[in-house]
């Protein structure tokens, strides 16, 4: 799904972001990326999403290779990869069902499609009952549950989250992580970039260890140590 | 749906920022209205120097001292020109009448006449305009036109230096006593006219003459010297008209073209702050894969939107002022007559310029600031 090869990332000036990087992700696996701040992991992830080029090696995502794409076909590729973030990411001025529409429409979807799969996800994600408040009106865990239902509403085959739970208490955060983990169950690719580390030693996934921009640890089943 | 979905971003963004979107179109109404009232008076003052052209070739006026068979006989004469299409002869009574219509509210100004000062005259209209100096010269020597002699061979004797035969066609004319030579002036040897084409240059000029062959000296007897002042052709009018158009072209165009580059940056920096007031939506549009027309088409429709709105608020001042203009001169200066510029001409050029400032602005704030 995710395969990295001798991926360098060097920012202006001179600043490593990542290094030599080598990692590959089956589909349908689960990983967390661990490391401090400043470790890479955001890096690794932005590269992932295209936003910008790598130095040196080569990213392919779901089968195709990133450098070699075409500029129009973005858009496309984006489509496929579904995107949690620890700030959310929600439009305050528009309710929940709106915000998980406003993905829909943007991509073109057509109003029934979305009438359709905005309920059912919203469901899913356990705000049926919520689909009409705005964002400020909902718990932060709630809110990054429509950020989740917002991301997956496409049933993208990857899923990156950038510490989704970092803004959250650790009883929350559980939820968030038992919801990520079925949607791992349907047979998305699950990547997750994160410092909680109880919560990386509870789930025993892969874990991929990111220090100075370089992997440090990769093991399946792994502990955040 | 899509569409929808546009035009709602676009006006949402339009109404946030309306402090911004208002100094927008009102820059937009603003050098639309300049364009449009530009327009207006050029479209009159061309149409002025177009009805001056169909209107009358040339006038010559008539002598009051010249007897009835000298008017008709001219009159013959013009007939039988090959390049005359039509003639019409205007007795003194009714140039009289002619004024007193065009002055109309004004009849005071008339009763301080005392008789009638105008001469009758002949109204010449052309098969072609190129002919109309041509034809004009004619006159200038003609016994009913009222032309005044200005030096008379008796008075002031000429002399012709230099030999106008064996295909020469340039020679030096000397006026004596005091004669001055200036450029409205016509130069009549015998029964032919030439004109003045070197600057003259005191008493003394270079004349060309049309066909070289005959002596000069065979001509030296019965030499005047005759002015124009009898004989009027559209020309001149037309000239000048045409000269205060062109002007009023650049001088507009100076005009409109600056205040279209406020416009312009004035809408991109108005763009500019609805792409920072929806950065997140940006963001978000870009991380969930809408493709990058569908990210710029709101801003793109809101700067269309703003040259839009400002041009259609230009097009009604355009034609409320158009028209009060023309009421204003209908009624006090009738005789300059003014027309409006045909509403659909006006609504193409307008609209057309204000969509054209608005979708340049917004294009010059989505290059620089729209990153995607």
Redesign the interface.
Known sequence: MIRFENVTKIYDPNIVGLQDVNVHIERGDFAFLVGHSGSGKSTFIRLLLKEFEPSRGSITVAGRNLQRMRRGALPHHRRGIGCVFQDFKLLPNRTVAENVAYALRVTGQPARTIRRKVPEILQLVGLGEKMSNLPDELSAGEQQRVSVARAFVNHPSLLVADEPTGNLDPDTSVGIMQLLYRINRTGTTVLMATHDREMVDKMRKRVIALEGGKVIRDEDKGLYR | ??FR?FLGEALDSLTRNWVMSVAAIVTVLVSMFVLGIGAFVFFNLQNATSGIRNKLEIEVFIKNTASQDQVNQLGDQIKGMPEVKSMDFVSKDEALQRLRDSMKGHEDVLAALSGNPLPASYEIFLKDTNQTSLVASRFYNNQAVDNSPVADSADNPITLAGDLSDGATNMTVTAGGGAQFTKDMYFHIDNEVMRITDNPNGDTMSIARAQAGTKAEAHTKGTDIYSENGVKTGGDTTERVNAVANYTLIGGSGFVILLAVASVLLISNTIRLSIFARR??V??????????W??RWPFVMEGVFTGLLGATAAVILVIVVQNSIIDVISSQLSFLGAEAVPTGWLLLSIIGGGILLGSVGSALALRRFLKI
């Open positions: 749906m899509r979905f997140r939506e963001e978000i549009m870009r991380l969930v894969g809408a493709t990058n569908f990210i």
